[in-house]
Every structure is written in structure tokens, then in C-alpha cells.
């Protein structure tokens, strides 16, 4: 083989390679960023697919979030896929939710929705439709949960339907203490009354 084809194949051979690093490059890209906020109490960590193409730059794919405060209470909060917030940059617009929120010697309470805001700087999260709320073995239905970390507070509204073994209630808003994991069930209209059905 003479010394021109030789060169040839050379040059063809890295042009390949060239493309092959410039596509991986600039067109995947893995983002694992571990987090600490100013206090040092919360460890949050990211891990997601991120495309770059132009007509998906804000759509992140399997997008999980994961807290823990020096108490080691977790806060673990994943979704199919979410989009960033160009007008808010510490909140993230996520799409078939999953979370969970684990206390020392509590059991877990799983909370599922079709969408969520997250904030990243203190992990409040508002889920929004098909709210589905597990706690033991009583489950709660309904429209829209705020999740308040800094009032320890969980808020369920609208078309809010709890079951738990012996109890079926229809009502406007239940409130969970994260503390002491106590419920509040009420109506906003305080004339209405509380739908309850109860085996005995």
C-alpha cells in the first residue's frame, strides 16, 4: 500500500472519530451536581439527562431530587420528565411525580401527581392533579397538596376524598402536621359539613 492511500485512510479514520466526539459532546450530556444549601442543612441531589437540541433545551428527562437534613429526614422527590422556569429560576415544572417524605420513626407518607412546581432552594412543592396521598393505610385524593417545609405543614384542597379502614370522608381541605403526623379535616366554607362515612 502506497504512502497516499495510507495517508487517505488516516484522515478518514479521524474525521469519524472527530464527528463521534463533537455529537456526544455537545448533543449528551450527564448532569450529577450534589448541592449544599447556605445553612449546610440539606444535601440535595440531581440526577438527570439533559438534551441540548434546540427544540428540547428546557425538557429534562428522570429527574430526581433527594434532601436530607441533619435529623436524617429524606425527602425524595422523581419525575418522568420537567422543564425550567425561565422567569423562576429556583423552580423546576416537573410531570408525573413521585416523593416521599421519611421521618425518623414515622412511617412514610408517598405522594403521586400528574404535575408539580418544585422549589430548589427549600423543596417546597405544590403537586397539582390526580393528587394521591399514602400515609399507613389511609389514602387521600384530591386536586392540589402544598407541601411546606419551613411550616412543617402538608395541605390537601379540592375534591378531597380520604379512606382509611373503617372511614370514607368527603371534604375541602386536610391538613398533616409533619411533626406529629396529626390530621385536620374541615371545610373552607365553615357552614358546610364534613361528608363522613363510617364502618362500625
Request: no cysteine; net charge positive; aromatic share 10%.
Given at each position: 500500500?502506497?504512502?497516499?492511500?495510507?495517508?487517505?485512510?488516516?484522515?478518514?479514520?479521524?474525521?469519524?472519530?472527530?464527528?463521534f466526539?463533537?455529537?456526544?459532546?455537545?448533543?449528551?450530556?450527564?448532569?450529577?451536581?450534589?448541592?449544599?444549601?447556605?445553612?449546610?442543612?440539606?444535601?440535595?441531589?440531581?440526577?438527570?439527562?439533559?438534551?441540548?437540541?434546540?427544540?428540547?433545551?428546557?425538557?429534562?428527562?428522570?429527574?430526581?431530587?433527594?434532601?436530607?437534613?441533619?435529623?436524617?429526614?429524606?425527602?425524595?422527590?422523581?419525575?418522568?420528565?420537567?422543564?425550567?422556569?425561565?422567569?423562576?429560576?429556583?423552580?423546576?415544572?416537573?410531570?408525573?411525580?413521585?416523593?416521599?417524605?421519611?421521618?425518623?420513626?414515622?412511617?412514610?407518607?408517598?405522594?403521586?401527581?400528574?404535575?408539580?412546581?418544585?422549589?430548589?432552594?427549600?423543596?417546597?412543592?405544590?403537586?397539582?392533579?390526580?393528587?394521591?396521598v399514602?400515609?399507613?393505610?389511609?389514602?387521600?385524593?384530591?386536586?392540589?397538596?402544598?407541601?411546606?417545609?419551613?411550616?412543617?405543614?402538608?395541605?390537601?384542597?379540592?375534591?378531597?376524598?380520604?379512606?382509611?379502614?373503617?372511614?370514607?370522608?368527603?371534604?375541602?381541605?386536610?391538613?398533616?402536621?409533619?411533626?406529629?403526623?396529626?390530621?385536620?379535616?374541615?371545610?373552607?366554607?365553615?357552614?358546610?359539613k364534613?361528608?363522613?362515612?363510617?364502618?362500625?
Amino acid at each position: 500500500m502506497d504512502i497516499k492511500k495510507t495517508f487517505q485512510y488516516g484522515l478518514l479514520i479521524l474525521l469519524i472519530l472527530a464527528s463521534f466526539l463533537f455529537y456526544y459532546k455537545y448533543f449528551k450530556e450527564d448532569v450529577k451536581i450534589i448541592k449544599k444549601d447556605e445553612l449546610g442543612n440539606t444535601e440535595n441531589k440531581k440526577e438527570a439527562k439533559i438534551y441540548s437540541k434546540s427544540e428540547n433545551k428546557n425538557i429534562i428527562e428522570n429527574l430526581k431530587y433527594v434532601s436530607e437534613d441533619l435529623l436524617g429526614n429524606t425527602y425524595v422527590v422523581t419525575a418522568k420528565s420537567a422543564t425550567l422556569k425561565e422567569d423562576k429560576l429556583n423552580e423546576v415544572q416537573l410531570f408525573e411525580v413521585n416523593a416521599q417524605i421519611a421521618r425518623e420513626n414515622q412511617e412514610i407518607i408517598y405522594i403521586f401527581s400528574k404535575t408539580a412546581n418544585y422549589n430548589k432552594v427549600n423543596n417546597n412543592t405544590v403537586f397539582k392533579k390526580k393528587v394521591n396521598v399514602k400515609y399507613g393505610n389511609q389514602i387521600i385524593d384530591s386536586e392540589i397538596l402544598n407541601l411546606n417545609f419551613k411550616d412543617n405543614l402538608i395541605e390537601i384542597l379540592e375534591n378531597v376524598y380520604y379512606v382509611d379502614e373503617n372511614t370514607k370522608i368527603k371534604a375541602d381541605k386536610v391538613e398533616i402536621d409533619l411533626l406529629d403526623k396529626k390530621l385536620k379535616i374541615s371545610m373552607i366554607n365553615k357552614q358546610d359539613k364534613v361528608n363522613i362515612i363510617s364502618k362500625y
